[in-house]
């Protein structure tokens, strides 16, 4: 398999610590059962993941300038797109297939509603440039084949490693803490710089707000559900939402596929109420919004979800959000940052019906839950608001490095488990969020590329270095 490194290479600092990303993960994800199936792609595309330059199977270079608007009905996938190839700027739709040949066997070479396409995007590694993509008046299409290793990164679905002690325990004990606290550091440091330049660049192709609304989504995702939450915030952008916001609530839970006849008839009387409210604004928008054919119904993961993480509660969290946007943007802008007034905004956040249940079909709780907690906060501030801060004011570094670890966070036990298992200052080194994150980045870009079982692992050799 073909598979270029990804593009962005690692900064100087800290190549001596972390190999340029692997393929192998990419591999791994391309084989078959591991695949991110086709909407996660073009959510990755519209997020800008894979970059605006390219080249084409012809080797002409093309930019895009223009992401256009993602389109959930029939007809090419993003519309209203603009691009330059050859010094020429064209406007027209950009269509994502899995392979070159899947434009005739969808019919799109004989589609009228495709005549506009510029650009046919493939994720397929097995064909080659003699299939030619033509609309039905027999123009040719340029092809971009999509670089899927450049573009790879955490999916929310990606495969669990078993949580076996690795080959670096050992080094670990002996280099130290303070160098293993550096390395740790170097990780942290470098998966805010990552994280940064992905928020920056989705706020060029989209701007600030709805940035902000992606990313926020994601992470009320995280972490089983973090995909369809981001196509939520995508099929529904913020502008949409602010627009409407008697119609809101019901937009986001119609169109995440939650107001149906099963959720009604299997209802209480209490749910059924709250439920009737939301389809006397939904049935308005059913016919544009509604999941189902030619639009990919998203696909909600609900195996093994713990009740309080249950998607239905993260999309009221959504909503509540939405409803006070301009609160919330202005406590992230970096003038007016402060952790406690994020704290003190997110306790004051309540729904008359969510506060107090856990999803459309459980029993009301005796008690009321926090729709944005502080494990949910905290998973908000990794991934968004340092990210932001960081990068704007080298002093926020230090207040990041104070937040405690929330403690649901699997993969980053796992990760501690391979590096640190019986380590005896195993709290100093996984008790902060910034050092989870930093354990992410390390499992990510060693244990998930490592198919030695540790035996050609790098890490171990440059840590015993330092
Ligand atoms: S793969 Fe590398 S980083 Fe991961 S546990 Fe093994 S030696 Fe450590």
Same mark, same amino acid.
């Given at each position: ?199 920056? %660049? *989705? ?5 600030? #707000? =709805? ?7 994601? !992470?009320? &995702?995280?972490? @089983? ?46 749910? %059924? *109420? ?5 389809? #006397? =604004? ?7 919004? !509604?999941? &189902?054919?030619? @639009? ?47 704290? *003190? ?122």
């Amino acid at each position: 398999m073909n598979l270029s490194p990804a593009a962005a290479p690692y900064p100087a600092f800290l190549t001596e610590f972390f190999p340029a990303p692997a393929t192998t993960l990419a591999e791994s994800m391309l084989l078959p059962g591991r695949e991110p199936d086709e909407l996660a792609w073009q959510s990755r595309w519209f997020a800008g993941d894979f970059g605006r330059e390219f080249l084409t199977t012809s080797g002409e270079r093309l930019t895009i300038i223009d992401f256009g608007w993602w389109n959930h009905g029939a007809g090419p996938d993003f519309r209203d797109c603009a691009i330059t190839i050859a010094g020429e700027t064209r406007r027209g739709s950009i269509e994502l297939d899995r392979d070159a040949r899947d434009w005739d066997l969808h019919g799109h070479s004989s589609n009228p509603a495709y005549r506009d396409t510029v650009v046919h995007l493939q994720l397929g590694q097995h064909t080659s440039g003699e299939w030619f993509t033509r609309t039905d008046d027999h123009r040719l299409v340029p092809q971009v084949r999509l670089d899927l290793a450049a573009a790879m990164g955490s999916f929310s679905d990606s495969p669990p490693a078993p949580a076996r002690p690795g080959r670096c325990l050992h080094i670990f004990r002996q280099i130290g803490m303070e160098k293993t606290l550096g390395i740790l550091e170097a990780a942290a440091r470098y998966r805010i710089e990552r994280k940064a330049a992905r928020l920056q %660049r *989705t706020a060029t192709i989209h701007g600030r #707000d =709805q940035m902000l609304f992606q990313a926020v989504a994601d !992470a009320l &995702g995280y972490s @089983r559900n973090r995909l369809p939450l981001t196509v939520l915030s995508q099929r529904l952008p913020l502008r949409t939402l602010t627009a409407r916001p008697a119609d809101a609530e019901a937009l986001l839970f119609g169109v995440s596929g939650f107001l149906t006849n099963d959720s009604f008839n299997h209802a209480d009387e209490e749910t %059924r *109420t709250w439920l009737r409210s939301l389809w #006397d =604004q939904w049935w308005r928008y059913r016919d544009t919004y !509604a999941p &189902g054919l030619p @639009r990919l119904p998203l696909k909600w993961n609900l195996t093994g979800t713990r009740p309080l993480n249950h998607p239905q509660r993260r999309i009221a969290t959504l909503h509540l959000l939405v409803r006070h946007w301009p609160t919330f943007r202005r406590l992230l802008q970096p003038e007016n940052f402060q952790e406690k007034a994020l704290h *003190t905004f997110a306790g004051g956040l309540h729904h008359p019906y969510w506060d107090r249940h856990y999803t459309l079909h459980a029993l009301p709780s005796a008690k009321p839950m926090a729709l944005l907690g502080s494990t949910r906060l905290a998973e908000i501030m990794a991934n968004v608001c340092y990210p932001l801060l960081i990068p704007e004011d080298a002093s926020f570094w230090k207040a990041y490095q104070k937040i405690p670890a929330p403690g649901d966070n699997e993969k980053s036990r796992r990760a501690a488990l391979r590096l640190f298992a019986g380590h005896p200052d195993l709290t100093q080194l996984t008790g902060k969020l910034w050092q989870q994150q930093a354990l992410l980045q390390i499992y990510e870009d060693f244990c998930l590329a490592d198919e030695s079982d540790c035996a050609s692992c790098p890490m171990p050799g440059q840590a015993a270095a330092q």
